[in-house]
């Protein structure tokens, strides 16, 4: 019969996949321009969620600017 542990253990970790933080911004798009500097600050500065959450957001407001035929 083992012991449990009476102390946390080391945190785990994790990878970011690469793709998670894509996104060009569209040319001459103020919006695009602004979500990707936060998306490059947040990032210098370890904070993932923000800055996923621009990539995301540049992925997103990206598809606006597409034409449809």
């Known amino acids: 019969m ?4 009476r102390y ?3 945190p785990i970790e994790l990878t970011l996949e ?3 933080l894509e996104g060009t ?5 103020a919006a695009c ?3 990707a500097t936060n998306r490059d600050q947040a990032a210098k500065a370890g904070d993932w ?3 996923c959450n621009a990539a995301r957001g540049i992925r997103n407001h990206h ?7």
């Open 63 to 69: 598809n606006g600017h597409r034409e449809t035929p």
């Open 25 to 29: 911004p569209a040319p001459g798009c």
């Open 49 to 51: 969620k923000s800055a």
């Open 8 to 10: 946390s253990a080391e």
């Open 2 to 5: 083992t012991t449990p542990s």
């Open 33 to 35: 321009t602004t979500r």
């Open 18 to 20: 690469p793709w998670l």
